[in-house]
Each structure stands twice: as C-alpha cells, then as structure tokens.
C-alpha cells in the first residue's frame, strides 16, 4: 500500500511492516484569506474532518491535540464549512492541493504552512519479506526528484475531470510511464532472486532484514533501531511543546548465559521468548522492544502508565508462578528490572530517562546477587 503514514505502533497493530521513510510530504492548513495573518496566533482552532476518515483523527492527535473537531461528510463540505466559519481548518498534504485548488479559489480560501511534515512509506503485510525487500530497495534506487514530480504530477491528474480524458490526453506519458514502472520492477525482481540465491540460511535473511527494519527476528518485537526511532519521534513531539506523561522500564533476563551454557543457544533462544512473551502479555498496551541479546526495554503510556505500580506488581507474581510451576530451567523466568518517570524538569531528554532506568535496572541486579551469597 502507498502512501502509507502510520506511525509504528499503529502498524505494528495492523500486522503490517514499514519500509524506510519514501519521501517527505508538506501538511498545509486550508484557511479563509481574510484570518491568513491571525490563524497561527488563534486561542482555539475548530478542524474539520470528513465523518469515518479515522487516519485523520489519530494525525490530529499526534500533532493538534487541542484543536476541536468538526465533522463534514466530505472534503467539499468541509472547505464550504471553513467559507462559512463553521471551522477554521482543514490540513492537507501540499501533494493534493490541486485537487481542491479551484474551490478554493472559488471560495477565497489559500493555505499556510501547519510546521508539520508527514513521512510516506510503503506497508507491506507482516512476513512478506520477498515483496519487502524488493520495496526496500526500491525507496533506495529511486530519487526523490522522481517521486515529487510522479506524486506532483498524480495529484494535478487528478483535479481533471476523468480518467478516460487523463488517458486521451496523455497517451504517450502512460504508456511510458507503464514501461517505467514494468522494468522498474523486472529489475528489482531480478536483484532480488540473485540476493536469494547467496543466501541460503533462511533464518539469517529475516535477520538481515530485521536488521534494516525495526523488528527482531527472534521475539517480534521491535528492535534497537525501532526503540531509537520510537524515543525520537516522542522527542520531537515533547520539542514542539506537547506535554507527555510516560515512564520507561528497562528489562534484563537474569540467566541467558547459564542456559545457553548449560543447555544450549536453542534453549536460551526458548528462554527469551518466554521472557519477552511475559513482559508483552504484562504491560499490553506499551512498546515493547528488544535492544540487546538479552535487554528488552517497555516505554509506558496510557492506560499501562496510569496503573503501572499494578502491573509491575503482576509481573512479579507471573516471574515467581513461572520459577515454581515450570519443568524446565529456561521456562523459569528471572529478569532484574529498573524504570523511571519523565521529569520535564530534570530530564533533558528522553535519553536521560532511559538512563536512569538502565542504572535503577542495573542496582536491581546487583542486589539479586547480593542476596544470593548471604
């Protein structure tokens, strides 16, 4: 699919895979001409929102949370909304401008820059690796140039009147642009079965692939890269001044190396599984990623923040039911622990939380050791 603008919690619910960022995407605010100079210093801004557009809503609540929401049962009416003062806005990617130019002409409305920009990618359902590879490959051969002017080009296409004219018009841009995209696509067919036929470890191409991605091969969960995306994407939003309430718990399985010792890496392998399928069933509605061989980090939000001495709590009772009622050494679960809140005052960034929490996790540790030998 594309383009696609989910953000990864929202894919990774949808069972769906992002490839690296396409292109870049300017949101501009639709407005009437005459509020142009006093959009940005307004108190309260109503939006408007095509009724069942649901995308939408979760992009305002990421970027706009205070604005209010109007509903329209599409865009015409939404911009007729604005015309009239029934709303104030109405965000668009600059792509589809054209679209909705000539209303807006009609209407006296314009745009203004919303200091928003929107990533595209690719999604591609989870665990199609073959036609994620080849998507992959595609964000990095074509140039960005050749994207603006395609998507430029798509969107003026479609403020004319139909797609038969569109063809008539421009029979010979078709037919070559359909040539492009076919060889495009032998090309990067071809690529991809040479790169198949070198690798003959199945296991190591997902791995590989994960590696360039953001999820583990192993657990599924999201890997470093991931974690690293995820704090920044919340560093941003906390840069433009939004107000987060979130908490990051740092996760380490105390016995990977005895078991890999002892029984082998196929069972330290089980082990991790088992402990990071503990941690994800404990804090459900959290990111949860695996940023080393045996490290899991959780950021808390929402409802796993505001219960959070709860479910820790519950953690600890799944760890001790798991050491008691298991068969098996690496079903027995044992994870030292540290998290930490976000302080606007003392936190200079989300990076200094995840500190804390390493140390916290760290002293954790050590105090299970000490208790051991006396």
């Given at each position: 699919m ?7 919690s929202e ?5 769906i895979?992002?490839t ?14 005459d ?6 210093l307004?108190d309260?801004?109503?939006v408007a929102?095509n009724?069942?557009n649901?995308?939408y ?10 604005w209010?929401?109007?509903?329209f ?7 007729e909304?604005i ?12 792509y589809?401008?054209?679209?909705i ?22 999604a ?5 690796t ?9 964000t990095?051969i074509v140039?960005?140039s ?6 430029t080009?798509?969107s003026t ?8 004219d569109?063809?008539?018009k ?5 037919i ?7 060889l495009l696509?032998?090309?990067?067919l ?11 470890d199945g296991?190591?191409k997902?791995k590989?692939?994960?590696?360039k991605?953001?999820v ?14 995820y ?5 941003e939003r ?7 309430k979130?908490?990051?718990?740092v996760?380490?399985c105390d ?14 392998n ?29 950021v808390?939000?929402?409802i ?14 799944k ?27 003392s ?7 995840a ?14 050791k ?5």
């Open positions: 594309f383009p696609a603008n989910l953000n990864l894919a990774e619910s949808m069972n895979s992002l690296p960022a396409l292109i870049k995407t300017e949101m501009d605010a639709v407005v009437r001409n509020r142009l100079k006093d959009f940005a307004r309260t801004v109503t929102v009724r069942g649901t995308n809503l979760v992009f305002l609540n990421d970027y706009f949370p205070k209010k929401i109007k509903f049962e599409n865009t015409n009416e939404g911009l909304g015309a009239s003062g029934e709303a104030d806005t109405l965000i668009i990617s600059n589809r401008y054209n679209n130019a000539r209303q807006c002409e009609k209407l006296n409305l314009t745009t203004v820059y919303s200091d928003v920009d929107l990533n595209y990618y690719f591609v359902r989870r665990g199609n073959q036609l994620y590879s080849i998507m992959t490959k595609a990095a140039p960005n050749v994207i603006h002017a395609a998507l080009y798509y296409e479609d403020a004319k009147t139909g797609f038969i569109v063809v008539r421009n029979l010979v841009t078709v070559l642009g359909i040539l492009v995209i076919v696509v032998i090309i990067l071809m690529r991809s079965i040479r790169a198949e036929k070198r690798v003959s296991e190591q997902i590989d692939l994960s590696t991605v953001f583990d091969a192993l657990t599924h969960v999201r890997n470093k890269r991931g974690y690293d995306e704090l920044r994407q919340h560093q906390i840069k433009k001044g939004e107000t987060l979130l908490a990051i718990g996760f380490d016995n990977l190396k005895k078991i890999n010792d002892l029984y082998g890496h196929d069972k330290g089980l082990y991790l599984k088992a402990s990071c399928r503990l941690i994800c069933e404990s804090f459900q509605h959290s990111a949860v990623f695996r940023v080393g061989g045996d490290e899991f980090v959780v808390f939000q929402g796993d923040y505001e219960n959070m001495d709860a479910l820790m709590q519950m953690f600890n009772e760890q001790t039911a798991s050491c008691t009622d298991a068969q098996d050494e690496w079903d027995k679960i044992s994870i030292s622990y540290g998290f930490a809140v976000y302080d606007t005052q936190d200079l960034s989300l990076n200094d939380l500190k804390r929490a390493d140390q916290r996790m760290y002293d954790n540790k050590q105090s299970k000490s208790a051991q030998f006396r």
